[in-house]
């Protein structure tokens, strides 16, 4: 079951009840989170801890809403043992932010029936294995990637963008993926031939390794970067250092580097936590499985504006300003003609008119094939 509600509504309800605990103390909700990286990673965790800090001042600070983080466990069996300390001292709901946590986690939940485990990236409940304390999220990020792509691939000088991608896995393997479609949907469609290559580097965190892996795809030709996860600072100054540009995903990393990142694909988690809280108050400790998305509002598309207006209009986008209505000599062309392939990517997949997630998986499905060894006749 995918479950979105407004921002605003769940406050309106939440207003209605005294925030109290499930338990019926006049206490404030006590709402753990242990992730892989620290709050401030400019990624996957400080977009959960920014909206954290976002509904607690929107439910009245510490006195409604007590929030406390463990940073920087990124093995598994220590994060699983903070978990579990948290949902020993009763915490209401304890954010398990790592797609990597999922296993030992659903060991574990049986053991506090009354504590609601949310978990990300994922999809499963638990409902298979008879949990019921479970709140799984998601990204469905392969749509900002998708538009990420598209752009990229017009904007390109060299005729490579590159990705440098953390594990294969979760919302970074939906992003990668959809920016490489929309990469090859625009060579398609324009008559391109934008190569775009990939390098892992297995893990999350590695900044530096990060690093080294977009210098190899700038010294392939590479003058657009983008990728996902903890890692991102390290390939940003490196595309910076080589007068390139950067798209983001998950957080807008633009205050950090205002010359550089271009567009960013922004995560909300507001909506999410706020209907967790009313789902607890209504007695649902889990069972629901919540996503954000370019249609329900959970992501949005950001330009940098005042880098945008510095950039000067390439030959591609100068021919589609045309049909945009918009003079490409214009002062302030390129944060126009920007917006309105932002608006129209973003309606494309609002409005139902491209499926970003099934060519992704087509996608996926025909590397598979190719990958498979064909038996010895």
Do not use: C
């Amino acid at each position: 079951m995918i479950k979105r509600t407004s921002f605003m509504l769940v406050l309106l309800l939440l207003a209605a009840m005294p925030l109290t605990a499930v338990q019926g103390q006049d206490e404030p909700l006590r709402v753990a989170v242990v992730m892989p990286s620290t709050a401030d990673d400019l990624a996957w965790s400080q977009a959960l801890v920014d909206s954290l800090a976002a509904v607690q001042e929107a439910l009245g600070g510490e006195d409604a809403l007590v929030v406390d983080i463990s940073e920087n466990l990124w093995q598994v069996p220590d994060a699983i043992e903070a978990i579990g300390d948290y949902a020993a001292q009763g915490y209401d709901i304890v954010f398990a932010h790592g797609t990597q946590y999922g296993g030992p986690l659903f060991d574990l939940a049986p053991d506090y029936p009354d504590v609601s485990f949310a978990w990300g990236t994922a999809s499963d409940t638990g409902e298979d294995q008879g949990l019921t304390n479970i709140f799984p999220y998601e990204a469905r990020a392969e749509q900002g990637g998708y538009i990420n792509g598209v752009i990229a691939a017009l904007l390109t000088q060299t005729g490579v963008v590159g990705i440098v991608g953390p594990v294969p896995a979760g919302d970074a393997l939906l992003y990668i993926d959809g920016f490489r479609v929309g990469v090859m949907e625009a060579n398609s469609d324009m008559g391109l031939e934008v190569e775009v290559p990939v390098i892992y580097t297995g893990s999350f965190g590695d900044t530096a390794g990060a690093a080294e892996a977009a210098r190899t795809l700038i010294a392939a030709g590479a003058d657009i970067l983008t990728g996902s996860a903890q890692q991102v600072p390290g390939v940003i100054e490196a595309i910076e250092e080589a007068g390139g540009l950067y798209m983001a995903t998950q957080v807008d990393q633009a205050e950090g580097w205002p010359d550089t990142v271009l567009i960013a694909q922004v995560f909300d988690w507001n909506d999410v936590i706020l209907d967790m809280i009313a789902q607890r108050q209504a007695g649902v400790t889990g069972g629901i499985a919540y996503e954000l998305s370019l249609e329900n509002g959970g992501m949005k598309m950001v330009l940098n504006e005042e880098l945008a207006a510095t950039l000067p209009v390439p030959e591609m986008l100068a021919a589609l300003a045309g049909g945009l209505d918009i003079d490409p000599e214009a002062e302030g062309a390129m944060v126009e003609i920007l917006q309105a392939l932002l608006e129209a990517g973003t309606a494309e997949v609002v409005e139902g008119r491209i499926d970003v997630l099934e060519r992704v998986e087509e996608l996926q499905a025909e590397e598979a094939e190719e990958a498979t060894p064909t038996p010895a006749s």
